[in-house]
């Protein structure tokens, strides 16, 4: 039986409710032995010395595949923590403040509620690709094996823990002179957990410090989903919460994906600080404390943020791959070599920040921000202020391109190759020397005033492209040129570039 369907990069994913159900019981037990196994070595020590922390977040199938988890774990005698409903970031941080051997996190972060999945950290960080396609490759010879040397389970509420960890932060952070306890009296923030995992940032940590949190909606965790997807980068989640922040006034909304290792921010006029303009935000705290620092950034960030980095802020960007696990690595990779990087963050909200163990943590990242607008806030500023010189772009797309071809990592990869033969060859088409992942193509205002990157996805027959333009009406030029090169390709489905055919 083969499962490598089941990796998802770092991530073990796949169908948990109804007939196709992919993450059985059966199933599941076969990977956490595995996950077991490959720790006796990782680890050098024996499951009888282990402790493992689960949790999982709001979704339908969890607590059927926790029961089937703290089974397997216990009965290969491995000490247990049950953290039941818990956050992504919070279960590695067992690893540290609880001193776990490792935890395994249940979730599927925003994917369709029939979905879930498996994430293994220890106190090194999230397991990496090789790591996962190992344990999937040993599951199957344990799924049929009966153990019966049980180890110790104990529940523990240690996101109790991690919230008090986030509220004393705050409280040092502020560190406000008419109450140290209470610093956020008189803010207003909108909470949207979209009934994931992340309602007890409203509850537990805001309005324990005093900040109002009326207008707050979809904290109840409820893994149908019922209101909208818990994704930062939804649409309609997005426009949920900034229609909550302009309907009762609020200073700040916030909103944060199913696991909470991901969140946007919601300005107090609707207006949201997501993407790129997070991206700024989240350099401008970071570079305060590491001046001149490089910033590390996925592949689709604008021009204008490059600007404001290296410019506004005097810092260096460093653009790299796609996949919030490369962008950590990357930054890590960097500080390793003597490169001063405070800061991995990918535009979907993944950010990761050297202080806090590159741990990719929506809290954490919003802890800081409103650390940061109260500091503001005592000088008349606001967080708009702050990214006020970051040039943003007129127009932007993204399109994804579905290969046809069985072998569609060769076909794909044939295809940029060919494009970067055929944009090396154009008058006005500039090849962008720091590209990391497909190809980057700027564009002289003439013919766009922007740039399209197109990329081949690490694990879909898809090829991404993506486009931004500082011109009104510049991506419609951008494409219609690029659909003179690309339409030659009978292995794509060209059909998400009909509109740019005779433009």
């Known amino acids: 039986m083969d499962l490598q369907y089941l990796k998802s990069g770092t991530d073990i994913r796949g169908t948990a409710l109804g007939e196709s159900c992919d993450l059985r019981d059966e199933v599941v037990c076969g990977i956490i032995s595995a996950f077991v196994a490959y720790l006796e070595k990782k680890l050098a020590t024996s499951p009888f010395a282990m402790s493992i922390s689960v949790g999982h977040d709001s979704r339908l199938s969890s607590r059927r595949i926790k029961k089937a988890v703290i089974k397997t774990l216990s009965s290969h005698g491995v000490k247990v923590y049950d953290c039941s409903l818990s956050s992504t970031p919070a279960m590695f941080m067992t690893c540290v403040a609880l ?39 040993d599951a199957p010879k344990y799924m049929t094996l009966e153990f019966i040397r049980p180890g110790s389970v104990e529940a523990i509420d240690f996101m109790a823990r991690y919230a008090l960890t986030l509220r004393e932060m705050i409280c040092r952070g502020v560190n406000s002179e008419e109450d140290y306890h209470a610093p956020l009296k008189g803010f207003h923030i909108v909470v949207d957990a979209g009934n994931g995992v992340g309602g007890f940032y409203a509850t537990h940590v805001l309005q324990s410090l005093g900040a109002d949190i009326t207008g707050s909606q979809f904290l109840e965790p409820d893994g149908s989903f019922p ?220 013919q766009g005033d922007g740039w399209l990157l197109l990329r081949l996805s690490v694990h879909d027959p898809i090829l991404p492209l993506n486009a931004e333009s500082d011109t009104p009406g510049g991506t419609g030029i951008i494409l219609k040129a690029f659909y003179r090169f690309i339409q030659k390709y009978a292995e794509l489905d060209l059909s998400p570039l009909d509109a740019y055919k005779n433009r």
């Not at 935000?281 to 910033?295: D, F, H, N, R, Y």
């Not at 040039?391 to 569609?408: N, S, T, V, Y």
């Open 99 to 137: 001193g776990c051997s490792a935890a395994v996190q249940i979730t599927a972060s925003h994917h369709p509620k029939d979905k879930n999945g498996l994430k293994f950290f220890t106190r090194q960080g999230g397991f990496e690709a090789a790591e996962i396609t190992e344990i999937l490759e």
């Open 227 to 446: 209101n909208h997807t818990p994704n930062p980068e939804n649409a309609e989640a997005m426009r949920s919460i900034c229609g909550a922040v302009v309907r009762v006034k609020a200073d700040l909304g916030v909103i944060f994906d199913t696991d909470v290792d991901r969140a946007a921010c919601v300005g107090p006029d609707g207006k949201e600080i997501n993407r790129n303009r997070l991206v700024a935000l989240a350099s401008v705290i970071a570079l305060e404390k590491c001046p001149g620092g490089t910033i590390v950034t996925d592949s689709v960030t604008s021009d204008g943020l490059k600007t404001f980095i290296e410019q506004t802020l005097g810092g260096k960007h460093h653009r790299f791959k796609r996949g919030y696990k490369n962008v950590i690595n990357e930054a890590i990779r960097l500080n390793q070599e003597g490169v001063a990087c405070p800061l991995a963050i990918e535009t979907s909200g993944h950010a990761a920040m050297k202080e806090n163990y590159f741990l990719d943590d929506g809290a954490y990242l919003v802890t800081k921000i409103i650390i940061k607008a109260a500091e503001l806030r005592r000088q008349g500023k606001t967080l708009d202020d702050l990214i006020a010189a970051l040039g943003e772009p007129a127009e932007e797309k993204e399109l994804r391109l579905k290969i046809l071809a069985e072998d569609f990592k060769a076909c794909g990869e044939r295809i940029i190759q060919d494009l970067r033969d055929y944009a090396a060859a154009q008058n006005g088409w500039e090849i962008a020397p720091d590209n990391h992942e497909g190809i980057r193509i700027s564009f002289v205002p003439e």
